[in-house]
Structure formats: C-alpha cells, structure tokens
C-alpha cells in the first residue's frame, strides 16, 4: 500500500511562470514600443539646462511665469495671429493672470508696427535665443528662468486658436503644481 509519491515539479513550474510572465511581457511591450507614456502636456517640452543664462541673456523678469514670443523681421498674419492668440491666453488665464507676463522680444530687424495697439511688455533678445525662436514659437519659462515648453508656428486661423487653448492649459497646471512665482 504504498501511495504515489507526488512530484514536486508542476507546482514550482506554475510558480515560476506566474513570477516570470509578467516581467517577460513588460520587457517585449517596452523593446517594441507599444506602450505610450500617458503624457498629458500639449506642447513641446524642451531640452533640460534651457535657460536664460545657457542663452547668454538676462531675465527680463526675475521670478515671474513668461510667454515669450520674439517679433520677426516682417510680421505677416501669422505673426498678428501669434499675438493676437498671445494676448488672449493672458486674459483666459483669470485669476492666473496677475503671475504671468507676456514678453514680445525683439531684435534689432524686428517689426515693431505691429505692436501699435497693443499693450505688451518688450525685451531686447540676445542671439543665440533668437536663433532658437527663428519658426515663430511661443515659450513658456518658469520663474527660475527655465525655458520649459515650446509651442510651433502652426498655420489657419482655427489651429492657432487650438494652440493658444493648450497654452493656456498646460500654463494652468504648471501655475496649479509651482509654488513660485
């Protein structure tokens, strides 16, 4: 009357699959790209050490959230557009207002009748910024002076109006998580 012996084998073999399964699948849904990050900013986000200082040019305004915009040479109806959806942005903004600036910068060739009736804050660029803003993008910088997040030149009248909206959504959860400026 001897019993079976019952071999250890099949339950350290489920054990073992139900450990290595999942990393297994992690590992191949990583390699191949099939996963995409649950980003939720709309803009472009830039390269870490994007600054004033690494720009070679001083902070216009220390300590404060800025939408920076540099004048080009002619300004044509996307640029009146660019400042028109500028301008706009600051006022959706609310509350929010008040810690955000909008900085029209400008170089020595840039158009400045276009800035007749309208009332924003100008600086002088230096020349490696105004190479990095030759498409006609909007950035937004953080009170640290950080370049954060670009926002390309986008053509029509109702792509402009979208940009400007997920401007000023992604300016908004920036102010809601800053806790300066």
Known sequence: MNSPKKSGKKPLLILLLVFLLPVVAAKIVLSMNLYQGG?????ELLSIGTSYASLAMENPKPKEWQLLYLLPEHCDQLCLDRLYI?????????REQDRVHTLILLSDKSDTSALSGILFETAKVSGSLAEMLNQQQMIIVDPLGSLVMSYPSVSGRDNQILQGKALVSDLRKMLKLSRVG
């Open 86 to 94: 500028l301008q706009q942005s600051h006022v959706a903004l609310g």
């Open 39 to 43: 980003a939720t900013n709309k803009g």
